[in-house]
């Protein structure tokens, strides 16, 4: 691999422009169906709770993880950007769900990609991930020296849930995924950050949580030891956050951006719950053609639900140049997060 070059990058003082997007899902399609078959569910239940009929799930034993469905997000980013890996300057990831503590996705991305010995990291802010990591590479890349920056939401949150009775409530919401985009700068000021938001409230973690040893329960009545390395969750309380959160996140936004909800051609929110994102567009008028749901088809995806969605809706031609895109999550922490561009 070679060194990142110490000269040569001019720092970006102008417009940063989303230049390619790419996505990833394992090759396992399970159904409501398949899931009636190992636990005590229906496909009824899961769809008027949830609105989701299929989901994918990655299969270790054919070496699915979280670095491939990120390399694989990337390498179709990478592609569309019409740039090889060793011209990216920067590598920022949101994961909550790294195949090892150490080292990080993004490190790992660096060899699998062929990149320089650039800047590469992780950042875990649960389902807010993604959002979280555009804010933070657009903030690099107007302070730093560097051009051309890949963002991913990669999550394989079904390492933490159990496909029985005894997960039943949060294993029929969740899928896997890897979703990513290269930003570059450009001479073109009107593309870039409009406004952004990011917020954390650990007096929340208790309400959705993943306890790795007996010491990390966070609730009392918690510790049987089958509950370790799966999801804790208390459904109602992280509804009734979300239901409140989301409107709030959308107007605190469009203030900081001086901007109404007409103004914005596409709202591309964390997929959590149909009920959830209806709630919201209702609140604000929003046609549903500018707020998107496909989560009747791949589930929850944690950090990869906002970027697959960006990256669907870019190839199919809806997502144009000049568009103003509002980025959408809250999850786990309790976290928050905004991030409105001018693509
Ligand atoms: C999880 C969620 C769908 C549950 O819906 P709910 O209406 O709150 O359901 P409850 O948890 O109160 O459970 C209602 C009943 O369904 C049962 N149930 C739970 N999971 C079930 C399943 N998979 N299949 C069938 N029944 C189930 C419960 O045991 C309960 O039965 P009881 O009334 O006999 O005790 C809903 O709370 C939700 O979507 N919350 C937000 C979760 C979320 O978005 N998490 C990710 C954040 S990023």
Redesign the pocket.
Known sequence: MSPAPTGGHTTPRSGIAIIGTGSAVPKRRVTNAD?EAC????DE??VQ??GIRTRHIHDPQSGESTETLATDAARNALDAAGITADQLDLIVCGTMTPDMPTPSVANLLTASLGARTIPAFDLNA??SGFVYAMNTAHALMTTAPYSTALVLGVDCVTKFCKFSNLD???????GDAGGACVLSATNDTSKGLIAQAMHSDGGGAKH?YIPTTTHSFLNPDDTDDGKLNTIV?N??N??KF?VSTFPELISQTLDKAGLVPEDIDHYIC?Q??A??LAAARERFSIPEEKFYINIERYG?T?GASVPLILDQQTRAGRVKPGDRVMFL????GLTWASSLWQV
Do not use: K, Q, Y
């Open positions: 899931l636990m005590d569910t229906s239940w899961i709770r949830t649960a389902c039943r409530s949060s294993a029929v919401l969740f959705l969750m459904g109602r992280v509804f979300a964390h959590s719950n009920r959830i929850n944690v999550a809250f999850g786990a």
